[in-house]
């Protein structure tokens, strides 16, 4: 009996202690509770499977290497959908139930955002891997968020990219835009393509909206049809980008279409798509070491059902760098408990991560080159690289 009351005292307390922080111990070993939101079902499966694996991969190298701090890293795995309702459904759990500090995620801006506001309020720490979007990071009054941060370029830079890339090298004139208004991601970057496509002298000859709901596109595509431009530029994900570029052949429409990385999956549909180009935040084909080196772990780790290593997309990439920014800050910051000691030191990053070497700006994003890639039926290749 009485043992009984010591061991749930013990119980009791060990909850109390990680509900304080997300840190604890369970027999001796301290543990630090590392939250991955990342949406492993809803429309874009595979963005959430690559942030889990490349993430997972990070914390592993971290824990054979002792842990951070001495602390063993626990993650926890929550599917946040790239939709904000079970994304800060998601955000809520962790850090309520849980007592996460220290979060990696979201993939998509849209859910990115709400969760952002939710760590400003409660003072955790969350690193997007992938959110592109300016207000990922910067509020409605263009404030920095404290705690937010994000191991990928913005969109600015990524629709600027694009536009050079559509009217210096396959020498564009003019446009169609398409786009989801309701996506912050997609909204913003085909705003910022426009912006810089027109003031390098392009013409933009029409842009129509549809909604993530829409599996039938002929009524935009009827106008592209007509309008014949050099490029049609769709800044969306994966499972529009097949659906529209499916139906885009069928009516015979040969302008060359053009997106950014939410074209990045293994699920992309390479015969559709073939004759595109988008935007990337990496390629395999670089030769770098901190590249090379990730390939083959990655490649260690995980398989194909055929058996053959799996190559890491974007995601999985950025996801591993948004692990390593954290830990490495940690680690410079000398602590796993205090979040603003931790939230200075990933402030003053400076690491060589797979995506290129990472440094942040006063609002907390990452300077880094784009790469372009061009789909072909036989797969995705590497283009060019285009500098900030
Ligand atoms: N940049 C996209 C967004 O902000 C997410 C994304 C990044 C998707 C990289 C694919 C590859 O919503």
Redesign the pocket.
Known sequence: MRSLKVLSLFVILSMILVACGGTGSTGGAKELKVAILAPLSGPVPT?GVSTRDGALLAIEEWNAKGGVNGYTIVPIVEDSQCTPEPAVNAMNKVVDQDGVKFVIGE????ATIPISEIGTAKKVIVISG????EAVTVDANGNTKPYTFRA?FIDAFQGLVGAKFATEKLGAKTTFIMLDQAND?VKGLAEEFEKNFTAMGGTVVGKESYTAKDTDFSTILAKIAEAKPDVVYLPD?YNIVNLVTKQAKEKGITSAFLG???W?SADLDVVAAAGGYFT??YSPDDPRPEVVNFLAAYGAKYKNDDGTAKVPD??AT?AYDAANMLFTAMTTAGTVEDVDKVKVALEGIKINAVSGAITLDAKHNPVKAAAILAVTAEGVKFEASIAP
């Open positions: 963005f993939v998509c801006s849209k992938t959110s592109t979007a990928c991601y994900y950014g990385d939410g990045d990337n935040h974007a995601l950025l």
